[in-house]
């Protein structure tokens, strides 16, 4: 996820994106994503099993801030918001 500005990056894992998205635009998590107006997603992957998220979540994570925006250039290059289509 990003703020309207694309210039800060989240990334998390979750059992229900469009709840936790929803969440997120709502200002309902008090954290990371609310002080930086985190509303905007932006990428997601669907992974079989919690633990494979979790891994999958932790490679992000470590992954530098381009290889960020790689991924989301290759689902999407204008960095529109996903919520909708969910």
């Not at 709840?19 to 669907?46: D, G, Q, W």
């Not at 979790?54 to 992000?60: D, L, S, Y």
Request: charged fraction near 35%; glycine fraction near 4%.
């Amino acid at each position: 996820m990003t703020n309207p500005a694309d210039t800060t990056l989240y990334a998390g894992v979750t059992r229900d994106l469009r709840k936790r998205v929803y969440e997120h635009k709502e200002k309902l998590v008090k954290a990371f994503t609310k002080r930086y107006n985190i509303t905007k997603l932006v990428y997601y992957e669907v992974c079989n099993d919690i633990e494979g998220a979790i891994m999958r979540e932790k490679q992000i994570k470590a992954g530098s801030r381009q290889k960020k925006i790689e991924l989301i250039n290759s689902m999407n290059i204008e960095w529109r918001d996903l919520y909708e289509e969910l």
